[in-house]
Every structure is written in C-alpha cells, then in structure tokens.
C-alpha cells in the first residue's frame, strides 16, 4: 500500500517523517519527526475539544496521523522501512494523538456506560439492550429503500477501511485473555478467517465484493477518500485492540459491533438486489447475517460475559467498548447520511464514475 | 426467560471428526451448536454446517431457516 497524502499539520508530520519527502529512510537517520511540534499541535487541539471547539472523531487529519501510525502495525506501507513500527519518537507521536481520542470516547460515551451499569439483568442482556436501543442515524434504512449506485459504492468504500482487515484489530487480544474467553474469541476468529479456507476468509469475501461493484479491492486503495470519521471507525478498534490495558474495552466493542450487524446486514444485502447489482455483491453481507447472529451470542456472552466472571471490576470498561462502537459508528454515519441528503458525497475525493460490469 | 419451545422439528446429525455435539440454549435466542456436519430443517431438508458453531432458529421468525438471522430481537419477548 502506498502512503496516504497528509490532511495537515499532524498527518504531515507522521507521513512526511515515513516517506522523507519520497526516499526512503530509515527511522535511525531521523531528525524528520519533531515531537515537541506534534506534541503542541495536539494539545492545542485537545484543549479546543474541551471547549467543544473541535471534535478529534471528524479531524481528518488527527484521524489520518493516527491511522498512519496504527497501519505500520498491519501492513505497513511500500517505500517505508519497516522498524518505524518501534521507533520510540514515533510511539511517543501516536500516544499523543490516541490520547485525546481516548479521553473524547470516555467523555460523550459516559451516560450510556452508566445506564448500562445500572440496567438489569446479566451482562449479555443488557449489552443487548444497550444496543437494540441505541438510536444510531438509519445508514441500513437508508441503503435498503434510498440509496442510489453512487451512494452505494461510497457506502461500500467507507466500509472497506475495517472490513478489508476485518476480524484482525480483534486478534491482538488472542494472548491477552484466558480461559473460556480465550477459546471462544478464536473459536469465533477462526469463523472470521473462513474455518480454513480461504476463499471463506472475510476480508476477501468484501474483496470479492467490492470487486463485484467495480472498486478496488486493494487494501488502503481507499484511504485518500474517506473522511476523519471513517478512519475513526477503523482507529478505534486498532486503539483498544493494540492495548493490553483496553482488552476488555475492545471485547466490548467486538460484542456490541457483532450484535449491531445481522439486522443491518440483511438490510444492507436488499439495498443491493433493489439496485441489481451482481450476487457476489450481497454475498459478503449475506454471510454476516447468519455468522454475526452466531458471534453475536459468543462474542456477548463468552467473551464479554467470561470477563466479567473472570474479574468482575472490568464490567465499565466491557461497556465503555460497546458504547465507544456504537457511539463511532454513528458520528460516522451521520456524517456519511447527512452528505447523502444534501445530495453531495460522503468522501473527501468523489469516486470516478463507473460502469458496474 | 421465555417459555419452553417446540424443538421437535431440529434434527442435528453429528460430525464424526468433532465429538460430541452440543447444544446450548441462549435465553430469548436462538441454539448455539457445536460440532454437528447437518441440521435439518422442517420440511426434512438438511443444510450443511460450515462454521464451528451455528445458531440454529429457536423463535421460528428466522427468514433463513434453520439458522438464527438475528430476528428474534425485534420480536416481542414471550
């Protein structure tokens, strides 16, 4: 994958620091990335959150800075050697903006957590609850009965950011657990990772997908085109799955991403017959209405409900998770259904326009 | 929790590879199954497992019968 281009200050920084302006360099030969620069840049920005001044989930460029940093952890990027991974200056950028990220998610996902804790029933249930009555804006509503072919490949591109590593930010989480949550998270990955086919994995059925809507399957082909809120969707999990402090953060992400995706699939999966559009291009969603309503129960209950067994203090933090998804996905899709009812693109650069074969 | 169900139409015929079949009830969902090769649905049909653990329809609402498609939670509760 090739770099992005930088959004700004932040995004400059990080990917001007990788790709010193095009050559390849090595982290070792550094004096490209100035900390203190970043370090201040950040603060301002942290401080005008505060405020209410700005908003880090819909800064393109903080989001973008982020994703950089998180990707050398995935695939990293052609031209970009590969020990920035490690590199000590750039952690210490990344830890700066995943800060003012984290400290946004506690802040605006603080109510629902603490209804969640109050709610009754077992964890499962009311993790359930917090999802079925999450009242996100109707992206799935609108892509089954509205959308048009434009507005269903931007959907398409939007979604490509996770789905093409779908069920990989999760797997950083494999070592950190024990016991019954351990076995039933790769009990549910090996279901991710198509149960030892390939051609069932998850990332290449959407590849085939997007594929079969005549876009890019290649990872990252869409990353100058998505806006901050989308690449937030991707960071979040990359944030809590990286982190062994946010394991239970991100099983509760997991479970409430699971339990928020059969219904909308199906939907999603008659948006794209409404529209004609090849069966391999419902394919992917197809799968997930049938495999999340299985996930969903594993992931909520073994998992998440494992946890808690295990070490009931973790019971917030399993929640902070499930509402940090909830709450990402929506700023993500506001921005995206917004864009759609005014009648202009959902991304940063509209797609070319194409004949679907 | 919900009332018991009528199950009678579930036929789960085991994978010889995978031990024992298992199946666990989830409260106002569906059944989870573990190692079974088919399921058979109500009209006799059998549909092939391919995942390691399948949700097989306990509300009867499913549009993907004999697999759970998530619909029971829009159901009223019983």
Redesign the interface.
């Known amino acids: 994958m090739q770099p992005p281009t930088a959004r700004g200050a932040l995004s400059e920084a990080v990917i001007g620091a990788l790709t010193g302006s095009g050559r390849q360099i090595r982290p070792e030969d550094q004096a490209a990335l100035d900390v203190e620069a970043v370090r201040a840049e950040v603060r301002r920005r942290a401080a005008a959150t505060g405020n209410g001044a700005a908003d880090p989930l819909r800064d393109d460029d903080l989001q973008l800075a982020l994703w950089t940093c998180y990707e050398l952890h995935y695939r990293g990027f052609d031209g970009v050697d590969s020990g920035w991974e490690w590199d000590p200056e750039l952690l210490a950028v990344r830890r700066e903006l995943e800060a003012v990220v984290e400290a946004d998610l506690r802040r605006r996902t603080t109510d629902w957590v603490d209804a969640a804790l109050e709610d009754r029933g077992d964890l499962a249930e009311r993790m359930f609850t917090l999802t079925g009555s999450f009242e996100g804006p109707p992206v799935a509503a609108y892509v089954q009965r509205d959308a048009g072919l434009a507005e269903l490949r931007e959907f398409m591109v939007h979604r490509s950011l996770v789905t093409l590593k779908e069920a990989d930010p999760q797997s950083w989480v494999i070592p950190r657990l024990v016991g019954g949550p351990k076995a039933t998270l790769v009990e549910l990955q090996y279901d991710e990772y198509g149960g030892g086919h390939a051609e069932r994995v998850h990332q290449t059925l959407f590849g085939d997908s997007l594929e079969a809507c005549g876009l890019d399957r290649a990872y990252g082909a869409y990353i100058d085109h998505v806006p901050g809120s989308t690449l937030a969707v991707s960071n979040t999990m990359s944030l809590l799955g990286l982190h062994r402090r946010l394991a239970p953060a991100a099983m509760g992400h997991f479970g409430a991403f699971e339990a928020s995706s059969s219904l909308p699939c199906r939907k999603y999966a008659g948006g794209i017959r409404r529209l004609n559009l090849p069966e391999a291009v419902a394919a992917y969603f197809d799968e997930h209405v049938e495999a999340d309503a299985v996930h969903e129960q594993l992931a909520l209950r073994s998992i998440c409900g494992g946890l808690v067994e295990q070490d009931p203090g973790c019971e917030r933090e399993v929640l902070f998770g499930a509402a940090t998804c909830l709450f990402v996905d929506a700023v993500a899709g506001e921005q995206m259904l917004t864009a759609w009812q005014q009648s202009r693109s959902s991304l940063t650069i509209p797609l070319a326009k194409e004949v679907v074969a | 929790m919900s009332a018991p169900r009528d199950r009678s139409h579930l036929t789960v015929v085991r994978d010889p590879a995978r031990g024992p079949v298992e199946v666990t009830p989830?409260?106002d969902?569906?059944l989870?199954v573990r190692g079974a090769e088919t399921v058979r649905d109500e009209e006799g049909d059998a549909h092939e497992v391919?995942?390691?653990?399948?949700?097989v329809c306990a509300c009867g609402k499913s549009?993907?019968k004999p697999?759970?498609?998530?619909?029971h939670?829009?159901i009223p509760k019983r």
């Open positions: 989830c409260p969902g569906p989870l391919t995942r390691p653990v399948v949700a549009q993907r697999w759970c498609d998530g619909t939670k829009v």
